[in-house]
């Protein structure tokens, strides 16, 4: 039986990280990966990197050159005619970046000596030396381990009842794999995914309802943010209905009618070619035999471990999306890193109100630490300011005037509490706030450091000075 000092079950985002930190750290370590790609190809990465962020990313991008093309492109002077997307190849290059990002993991595991153990990985019990671990694979195998780091990430949640196909009725993997632009998509649920989705196959030429049981849209955002967003989106052409309450949902070869009763309580019907089911995640924990070793999922499907990701057993840890927290591929990463840092005895940590939330979405929306509703429900004292991309020269000539930045700061200390982006590029821009935040920084501090312009981090420092009412630039 072959001896592991660290044996990792799963390879997204999480769990290769927490390999590969593991393994730079001298200890040996092997990762369990089941997934097989449509063509029965194993590959490493998980949910993320195969059917979740990396080729969403993808399709966004290439809608978002389809509709610059077709719509944008006429204010910078450009006249293009008889622009046309190619389905089959935009799915080509989506595959082709997830099937190199998959091969780069392959080449971390052999740069760092890390085994692939490949099968579905789930816990046989104990012995002396410590943690066995079962690989149900084409060549079955127990190994085992002084360490377990638990890293199966999550699955779609379907609604009971719902059969999902992924040809009429499809969750992320059938939504990133249509043949053809459907006249009339369908999304239930207004979350990050359905609606980056839901964005893509807009941009295509779908005509897109959004059905959302919440009354509210975005409620994690910043009110001044999904204001804004629900603004922008829907003025792009986004049909979104909130408070609304799913009937029966009947499908057909032709496509899916959704009966739903609106916010006034009136019955409506959706009918639709495709229906993309967007209503949260759920932990991946159900095949792991966690029994095995005396351990056993929360009321939500969740391990439940310690700030450091430890489980009640010793030597058995779980991290990113099968733990409490935001199913961030991020924080799954940091995790991983810290848990790995833990076994080799260091003394790491993760600060959680400093990990940054990100739609990708156009315009995007990113934000790190409080929201201004939550400091008011916290009573606590504050300071905010904001700043327009409308008044910033990069954002004009790039021809992305919409959004803003908003910054949140303690009323007597001015420490950064809250950053809130809606605009392009704030995927990127939001690292700075979590590098501010991270050290504790004062909005005067972002006011006070040089930024380069034209740029659209200006609009950063200019939300900082509107806390003092000193803006330069409004």
Request: aromatic share 6%; charged share 25%; glycine share 10%.
């Amino acid at each position: 039986m072959t001896q592991y000092d660290v044996v990792v079950i799963g390879s997204g985002p999480a769990g290769y990280i927490a390999a590969v930190r593991c393994a730079q750290l001298g200890l040996k370590t092997a990762c369990v990966e089941k997934w097989r790609n449509p063509d029965g190809e194993l590959a490493l990465g998980g949910t993320c990197l195969n059917v979740g962020c990396i080729p969403s990313k993808a399709l966004l991008s290439s809608s978002e050159e389809y509709e610059k093309t077709s719509h944008h492109l006429s204010n910078h002077g450009i006249t293009v005619k008889g622009v046309s997307m190619d389905i089959p190849k935009m799915l080509k290059r989506k595959d082709s970046i997830v099937s190199k990002m998959s091969k780069g993991i392959e080449f971390l595991f052999r740069k760092n000596k890390i085994t692939w153990l490949k099968g579905h990985g789930k816990f046989a019990g104990r012995n002396d030396v410590g943690i066995l671990v079962a690989v149900d694979g084409d060549e079955p195998e127990t190994v085992v381990s002084k360490n377990v780091i638990v890293a199966t990430g999550s699955n779609a949640r379907h609604l009971p009842g719902l059969k999902v196909d992924n040809k009429i009725v499809c969750d992320n993997e059938g939504a990133l794999a249509f043949d053809s632009v459907p006249q009339k998509l369908g999304v239930i649920g207004a979350g990050v995914i359905g609606l980056e989705l839901g964005s893509v196959w807009r941009r295509l030429g779908a005509e897109v309802t959004i059905l959302e049981a919440l009354p509210t849209f975005l409620g994690a955002c910043d009110d001044a943010v999904s204001k804004e967003a629900f603004k922008l989106f829907t003025g792009q052409g986004l049909h979104i209905h909130l408070g609304v309450k799913i009937g029966d949902i009947k499908t057909s070869a032709k496509g899916a009618k959704i009966a739903y009763t609106d916010s006034d309580g009136k019955a409506q019907t959706l009918d639709c070619d495709r229906l993309i089911v967007s209503i949260g995640r759920v932990p991946n924990t159900e095949s792991l035999q966690l029994d095995q070793v005396g351990l056993a999922v929360d009321g939500r499907g969740f391990i439940p471990v310690d700030d450091f990701c430890r489980t009640a057993q010793p030597g058995i840890y779980a991290v990113g999306d099968v733990v409490r927290g935001p199913m961030l591929a991020h924080k799954g990463e940091d995790e991983g890193v810290m848990v790995a840092e833990l076994i080799a005895g260091q003394h790491p940590h993760i600060n959680y109100d400093c990990i940054p939330w990100v739609i990708y979405t156009s315009p995007e929306i990113a934000w790190v630490g409080r929201t201004e509703q939550q400091l008011v429900a916290e009573g606590r004292k504050y300071k905010s300011g904001q700043f327009p991309f409308a008044a910033n020269g990069r954002a004009l000539g790039m021809d992305s005037p919409d959004g803003f930045v908003k910054v949140l700061a303690d009323e007597e200390t001015e420490q950064i509490l809250g950053v809130h982006i809606i605009g392009m590029a704030a995927s990127d821009m939001i690292a700075e706030a979590a590098v501010a935040m991270e050290f504790k920084a004062s909005a005067e501090d972002i006011g006070r450091i040089c930024h380069p312009h034209p740029s659209l981090s200006e609009a950063m420092r200019e939300a900082s000075l509107a806390i003092y009412k000193r803006a330069l630039n409004m």
